[in-house]
């Protein structure tokens, strides 16, 4: 089961090693950044990024695209020091995305690796919806149902990641998609305890956990090696999702 709170402390907990830790996500960012370019243009008046973090996506945009207004937001206040110092002129506010209530429009709307953390997509998007304009796009990333499958398996425990069909379908409500694709991303790590430090240290676990005993973790480890180990290593899957939208007028 999802728990905001248990994401929010992980996250600050480990924004120092998030950076490095979360290759991943930095990879989507750049990828998506030049997505956006190719598909909506590269210049824009007023953009919002929700689920900033440490600005990994912002520090990627600003190469990518020109801009009037940038809007920032996390449901961490330290996120506002990560993306004033990438972009001293943005305005940032605290929140979270399904909760703050924001009165403007935006050309542009994007968020990087955070729409699994929402537990009703289905409702959130026609919020977005009202904050884009007519000609407006949203565009984001995000993973699909074969993210952490090792994890899975091992423990019983996951996100509900929704599958392709399904978020297609959820976004075709308020939106025209201009694009979709998916990858799978694959990490290799020397034991299964690696795994966990990676997952600990990305800050990407916000699952109400099992308490590690020594017996558990012991179990942990040895059907990990059994069920996932390529030679030497183990490994762990990533599954990236791209979409950028249009705003569909009703």
């Given at each position: 089961?999802?728990?905001?709170?248990?994401?929010?402390?992980?996250?600050?907990?480990?924004?120092?090693?998030?950076?490095?830790?979360?290759?991943?996500?930095?990879?989507?960012?750049?990828?998506?950044?030049?997505?956006?370019?190719?598909?909506?243009?590269?210049?824009?008046?007023?953009?919002?990024?929700?689920?900033?973090?440490?600005?990994?996506?912002?520090?990627?945009l600003?190469?990518?695209i020109?801009?009037?207004?940038?809007?920032a937001?996390?449901?961490?206040?330290?996120?506002?020091?990560?993306v004033k110092?990438?972009?001293?002129?943005?305005?940032?506010?605290?929140?979270?995305i399904?909760?703050?209530?924001?009165?403007?429009?935006?050309?542009?709307?994007?968020?990087n690796?955070?729409?699994?953390?929402?537990?009703?997509?289905?409702?959130?998007?026609?919020?977005?919806?009202?904050?884009?304009s007519?000609?407006?796009?949203?565009?984001?990333?995000?993973?699909?149902?074969?993210?952490?499958?090792?994890?899975?398996?091992?423990?019983?425990?996951?996100?509900?990641?929704l599958k392709?069909?399904r978020?297609?379908?959820?976004?075709?409500?308020?939106?025209?998609?201009?694009?979709?694709?998916?990858?799978?991303?694959?990490?290799?790590?020397?034991?299964?305890i690696?795994?966990?430090?990676?997952?600990?240290?990305?800050?990407?676990?916000?699952?109400?956990?099992?308490s590690w005993?020594?017996?558990?973790?012991?179990?942990?480890?040895?059907?990990?090696?059994?069920?996932?180990?390529?030679?030497?290593?183990?490994?762990?899957?990533?599954?990236?999702?791209?979409?950028?939208?249009k705003?569909?007028?009703?």
């Open positions: 089961m999802l728990d905001k709170n248990l994401v929010k402390v992980r996250f600050k907990k480990n924004l120092k090693t998030y950076e490095k830790s979360a290759s991943v996500q930095a990879q989507m960012a750049g990828i998506l950044s030049l997505k956006i370019s190719e598909c909506c243009g590269k210049n824009f008046n007023k953009i919002f990024e929700f689920g900033a973090g440490t600005g990994g996506l912002t520090k990627r600003i190469k990518n020109d801009f009037e207004q940038y809007l937001n996390d449901i961490m206040e330290e996120s506002k020091e990560y110092k990438i972009l001293h002129n943005a305005n940032f506010i605290t929140g979270d399904e909760k703050v209530q924001i009165d403007e429009k935006f050309d542009l709307v994007v968020s690796a955070v729409m699994q953390w929402i537990p009703d997509i289905e409702e959130l998007l026609p919020k977005l919806r009202k904050l884009i007519d000609e407006g796009y949203f565009a984001f990333t995000t993973f699909g149902e074969l993210n952490y499958a090792e994890i899975k398996e091992t423990t019983g425990l996951s996100l509900h990641y392709s069909e978020l297609k379908q959820l976004c075709e409500k308020d939106f025209e998609i201009i694009y979709y694709d998916e990858d799978i991303v694959n990490l290799y790590f020397d034991s299964p690696d795994v966990l430090k990676h997952i600990k240290y990305s800050g990407t676990n916000g699952l109400k956990s099992l005993t020594y017996t558990k973790l012991k179990h942990f480890e040895k059907f990990y090696k059994e069920n996932f180990s390529i030679q030497s290593k183990v490994k762990l899957t990533y599954n990236p999702v791209y979409v950028i939208l705003a569909k007028n009703s």
